[in-house]
């Protein structure tokens, strides 16, 4: 159903990812940064070039009707709530659960990795914790054979108010911190969620935050701005998503 492809480059043997994007980069920020699609093409064409990406407009309604569309499947955030109870994220809450019931890989990104929890019965709740933003700085709490290469830290840009409170039952959580208790966390052999945003480069933190500063609190602006002085684990977070995806293909073939 629906959707665009864009086309990095052809090959026979070249992963196809299927984007589920869930909401627009605002205009006024467009022309600096891109949209959510071109964020994550660009990150992801840095460390394997061959990638090609179908987009699905999910925030318009537009689900997917068929799991086998692509290879692999990516959430984008947003700023909407998984809770919000629009008709788009409960559609999307339903293509969720197929791909967990087909085996198909998904991984999800902030707004996606919540809305795989709620999915599979984990809950998600605004935190009393408030906002994150700027940099996150994690603890590595399980080591998975797809983090290659390995660190004990992983540090990325975040956005959120909402987090994972509880996970879905037989989740695994991989990475923590005292801020965002549930960072990282795989279900099964295919399903793997990520607060943080690795898309997200710092000046485009850095201009969200700014144009956030009505309802951020200005404290946490400062924390925030002052944190983008760290380095970023971006490429090190797409180079395990990837290693991620294509592990649970070839689990995925031999089921």
């Not at 992963?15 to 093409?41: A, T």
């Not at 990516?74 to 085996?103: H, K, M, P, Q």
């Not at 004990?152 to 909402?162: C, R």
Request: charged share 25%; hydrophobic share 40%; with cysteine.
């Amino acid at each position: 159903m629906g959707g665009y492809e864009q086309t990095m480059q052809r090959g026979d043997k070249h992963m196809l990812i299927g984007l589920l994007q869930c909401d627009d980069v605002s205009e006024e920020l467009q022309p600096r940064h891109g949209n959510y699609p071109e964020m994550f093409e660009r990150l992801f064409s840095a460390v394997d070039p061959t990638l090609e990406f179908r987009v699905w407009r999910c925030l318009d309604g537009d689900i997917p009707g068929d799991v086998d569309a692509v290879d692999a499947w990516l959430t984008t955030g947003s700023r909407y709530g998984v809770n919000d109870g629009d008709d788009w994220i409960e559609a999307l809450c339903g293509f969720v659960r197929e791909l967990w019931a087909a085996g198909k890989p998904l991984v999800g990104i902030c707004f996606g990795h919540q809305l795989m929890a709620k999915a599979l019965g984990g809950e998600v709740v605004k935190s009393e914790r408030g906002w994150g933003v700027g940099m996150s700085f994690n603890r590595l709490s399980e080591r998975a054979d797809w983090m290659d290469p390995w660190q004990e830290g992983l540090d990325l840009v975040v956005s959120h108010q909402d987090q994972v409170l509880r996970p879905p039952e037989g989740a695994v959580v991989l990475a923590e911190s005292d801020f965002c208790p549930i960072y990282v966390m795989q279900l099964g052999e295919h399903f793997l969620g990520v607060q943080g945003h690795p898309e997200f480069g710092k000046a485009y933190s850095a201009d969200l935050m700014e144009r956030r500063r009505n309802i951020i609190p200005g404290n946490r602006v400062r924390e925030g701005l002052a944190s983008l002085n760290a380095p970023v684990d971006d490429q090190l977070m797409v180079r395990w998503i990837l290693n991620f995806m294509r592990r649970a293909l070839t689990v995925d073939a031999r089921l």
